[in-house]
């Protein structure tokens, strides 16, 4: 490992449908005065700008270029990731890199998207060459819902446990201000009774449009204790690329792959000492585009025993009061700015560990936390953060 | 963190931009491969790598997992298949390669076809809710007009009793 580097500044948009008030770089700059403004640092001091999103989103080939005013990226150095789905996340892994290595003290990192712009399911479905024609043609959502669906035969979970998964995320988003869907469910009844989207997706059961940013001021460890008394530090982070797999979809009907968030998790906790995730990690942010998808995920990240995910929903272990909280703020399906989804996962469990979550703050004491991201053709990248190293 | 700012309703213009683009894209020797034979004999076809000797499917050059070249043990592949998995969208869609509008709702699945086992995704006939949790055995129904699309010069998978 390289230098330590450490989160100094946290900053994100209200995330809406529809941003019409503003351009994308205005949007994209009320980020980045947040992040200043919570770090109490000027544009002067930000040495590199990093930006990450989905360009055939909004249809630019360079938004960083058009960004720079709003960015604090004048003159400066900087790169844009795009990564697919978990590009916010690499944007976090490319600033990481940079400050570890010494080649900057500082870096601003972004996350952004904004979705009123195009359309996101023709743009996702446009992800693949043209002359493999079919393959994705329901875009993201049709391999979720089939996912979904294989899930229910393989664990016997029940419908009622994904609302429980919906239920949670809402009770999180209507504690979190910049939250985008904070709907106020009372009951399972309302999730069962949305209708279907894509079956057995139901209408609450996948994730918004959502436009918005994120921006994470990171700090070499010399700076880091300059700047501020709270730093969170970006402990460890690990990519895993599997490129499609043989059925060219996100799950893996042949039963003979590996999934990349096994392998990514694996190596993460080998390497820093997590032997019972859910004791060694307090709460995790993970990129759940729909409910199905996040108790899957307690298992690939052995949060539980495999088919046991609706069991952790069932006995409420990742209610924000619970155990081993997951996704108090609400989470992806609350709010999906694709480009700054992932940015917002690292964001809010770096709030978690300064304690400054506010109202979603969990009730479990945060000295380790996780993020996630997910993203096409089944990439994952693994976060570790730590309130001291 | 930002503050929302009182809304003093200013004016507001949104600007809507039609920027059709056309592509072309290349085939290459391997998928070019399977646009021929869909095109001229309805057929699929994928090679088989030479060292796990499973079928490449989309026909390529190297087989990745094995990191070693492809080469051209090419093979007929069954139009019949079952299916593994499936959904339905309930939502219109357009196809965004060549701009046709996806009938709603359409069922899309994960078929496995007979001998070699290779996945494909594709559209299926039935359109009943209820009868789609029966169906499993299908076969490919090719398209009659306007083919030249590869795997799109199938139209869907019918329902076949076996």
Known sequence: ?????AIVGIGQTFHKSNRKDVTLQEMVGEAVRAALLD????????????????????????????????TAAFMKPGLKVAT????????????????????????????????????????????????????????????FAKQALTYMQKTGAKEEHAAMVRLKADKGACRNPYAHLRLGLKSIKEVLDSGYLVWPLKFLEFCPQSSGACALIFASEQKARKITRKPVWIADLVTVHQEPFRAGSFGDPTGKEEYSQDIAVDRLYKRNGITNPIRDICMAE???PSN?????????????????????????????????????????IATNPIGATPTIRVAEAALQVRGDAGEHQVTRDVHTAMATALGGPNWTVATLLRRSL | MTTEKAEKKPELIKVDIARPRTYKWSSGK??????????????????????????????????GRCNVEAGEDWVVMSDKGTVVQYT????????????????????????????????????????????????????????????????????YFRTIDE
């Open chain 1, 1 to 5: 490992m390289g230098n330590r580097v």
């Open chain 1, 39 to 70: 770090a109490q640092m000027k544009t002067q001091d930000v040495e590199a700008v990093f930006t990450a999103n989905m360009e055939t989103f909004e249809n630019i080939f360079l938004p960083d270029a058009m960004m720079a005013d709003e």
């Open chain 1, 84 to 143: 697919g789905g978990t590009a916010g996340a690499s944007v976090v892994e490319e600033g990481f890199h940079f400050v570890a290595s010494g080649l900057f003290d500082t870096a601003l990192v972004i996350g952004f998207e904004k979705q009123d712009c195009g359309d996101t399911t023709a743009a996702i479905t446009g992800a693949v060459t043209p002359v493999w024609g079919k393959g994705v043609a329901t875009g993201a959502i049709g391999e």
């Open chain 1, 286 to 288: 993970i990129y759940e």
């Open chain 1, 292 to 332: 199905w998808e996040e108790m899957s995920h307690y298992e690939h990240y052995h949060f539980c025993p495999r088919n046991e995910g609706w069991k952790m929903v069932e006995k409420g272990m990742t209610e924000m009061e619970g155990e081993f909280p997951v996704n108090p703020s609400g989470g992806v």
């Open chain 2, 30 to 63: 391997y998928l070019g491969r399977v646009y021929k034979e869909a095109l001229e004999n309805k057929k699929l076809v994928a090679n088989r790598c030479p060292k796990c000797k499973e079928l490449i499917w989309q026909p390529a050059a190297v087989c």
């Open chain 2, 88 to 155: 339905y969208l309930v939502f219109p869609l357009w196809d965004p390669h060549y701009g046709d509008r996806l009938a709603n709702p359409y069922p899309t699945a994960t078929i496995k076809l007979d001998d070699d086992g290779v996945f494909l995704v594709h559209f299926l006939e039935e359109r009943d809710p209820e009868k789609l949790k029966n169906v499993k055995r299908v076969q490919a129904v090719w398209k009659e007009e306007g083919r030249g699309r590869g795997l799109g010069d199938i139209l």
